[in-house]
Each structure stands twice: as structure tokens, then as C-alpha cells.
């Protein structure tokens, strides 16, 4: 089982490396050529009946993950859960889905148009976590989205991938804080989501994060090839409960914050 998940992140790294490049510099920086440990991946999804949140965890329940928490974020209308196994070594898995029926008409249709492309059965296999975008759309129907779902667009524009990796602070061996963290990166040129402060959380909710600005990378729209942004890495601290074990869920007003992270600049 062990072999499996590592095969199948190893799928998903190297997929989100294609278009996040500045993940090998993070490593080098935080990791001085040690392995980094991952802390959690992201995936998002529109939540219609061929591609929603369960399509995904179902290959995650698949490997031996267990579903925690749930979490809501109103404003963005979307619907999350993570996941977690019994290795305390493997990453947790974050999969949120939108909201579609709350979108305006042409947006909703715009989204329907897109899961039309898909075939019935494209999400039995586990290389749909790292295929990309199962259909085409346009540059024009990308812009539409974007003016009014952020999420709605790049979902639109990269389909099905690690919308992020996040180094697991607490195994680092040279960084003991996530300021220090953030310190190292912005010394090295990075990017840091700014929206909510630089660190999203505290002690108190038991969970410090933080992220770069995502790359920016080539998509092939139907009317021609456009510059946009792509993923992003994150950085997680976590603090431990009244047991000692660190806590391991997400904070919603936290996560609200990270997910801007795709953002155009």
C-alpha cells in the first residue's frame, strides 16, 4: 500500500512540477538536497455529478485513507473535506469542490459545456488526479469565468492536478519557524501570498501557514496559447494538542486566504 501511495504522489509531483518550476528552487532552499516532507495536497473540482469531490477521495479511500474534516467557504462557494491515513508519513489529502449552481447562468453554462467533454468512465482510473484538463475551452469562456470565480477559471484552464504541495515545516532541520521560512524565501525572490497577512493562522487554532504566488505557465486555450497563473507552494506549521500529537486539520478563515494563491498578480 505504502508502494502505491508513493507511486501515486510521485505521478502527482511530477505533473505539478511541469508547471510549477520554482518548486525544485523551494526544495533547494528549505531542503539544502534533503528530501522534503509533504504535508498535504490540494485538488479542486466542480462539484457535478461525472467529476465531484467523492470522484477524487474515492481514490485516496482506495489506498487507505480515512475522511476527517469538512469545511465550507461561503463567499467562494465552495464545499471541502481532507483526508488522512493511519502513516503519519503520508500526506493528508485537502479536496475542494465548487459550487456550480450558485454561479450565474452563463457561468454555469460555461461549466456544463466543459463537463460535457468528458467521458463517463475518465475518473475510474487514478491517473485522472494528474490528466490535466479533460476537455477545451476557450480564452474568451476562461475570461467570463474569471470575472467572476477565480477558482471557476483555473479549475477551467488546468483541470485535474496538484493545485499545490506544502512543506511540512516541522521536518525541516534547519527552519524552526514559519517566519524564518518566509524569510529564506522572500531573500530568495519569492513571492508570498500577502492577502490576510503573510501567515494565515497562530497557535491558538493550532495551525501557522503560508504560500508563494503561484507560477505562471502556458495554456493552450482553444483560440490560442495565453501566460496565466498555475500552482503554488505551501508551507504548514503545527502545533500540538492537549495529547501532544500535532493537529491535523485545516482551518477554514486560513484556508479562505491560501486559495488566492492562484491569483492574478
Sequence with gaps: MQKDIDTLFGHLWDNYIQVTPSAHKVHQLLGGGEPIVNDHVAFRTYNLPKLGLEKLAAHFLA????????????????????????????????????????????????????????????????????????????????????????????????????????VNINR????DTIQQVNAALKAAGFVLN???????????????????????????FTDGVRTIPSCFYEFALRYPQADGVLYPGFVEASADKIFESTNAM
Design 172 to 175: 525541516l532541520k534547519d527552519f
Design 63 to 166: 489506498l487507505g485513507y480515512e475522511q476527517k474534516g469538512e469545511y465550507v467557504f461561503k463567499a467562494k462557494k465552495l464545499y471541502a473535506k481532507h483526508f488522512e491515513h493511519k502513516d503519519p508519513d503520508a500526506p493528508k489529502v485537502f479536496i475542494s469542490e465548487l459550487k456550480v449552481e450558485e454561479l450565474s447562468d452563463a457561468a454555469q453554462a460555461i461549466i456544463h459545456k466543459l463537463a460535457a467533454q468528458v467521458p463517463d468512465h475518465l475518473t475510474d482510473t487514478q491517473a485522472f488526479l494528474y490528466a490535466g484538463a479533460p476537455w477545451q475551452v476557450s480564452w474568451a469562456d476562461y475570461q467570463t469565468l474569471l470575472a467572476e470565480s477565480e477558482y471557476a477559471a483555473w479549475m477551467a484552464a488546468w483541470g485535474y492536478r496538484a493545485n499545490h504541495f506544502t
Design 194 to 220: 500577502g492577502v490576510g497577512g503573510e501567515v494565515k493562522g497562530d497557535p491558538q487554532v493550532m495551525l501557522e501557514q503560508s504560500s508563494t504566488m503561484a507560477d505562471k505557465a502556458d495554456v493552450a
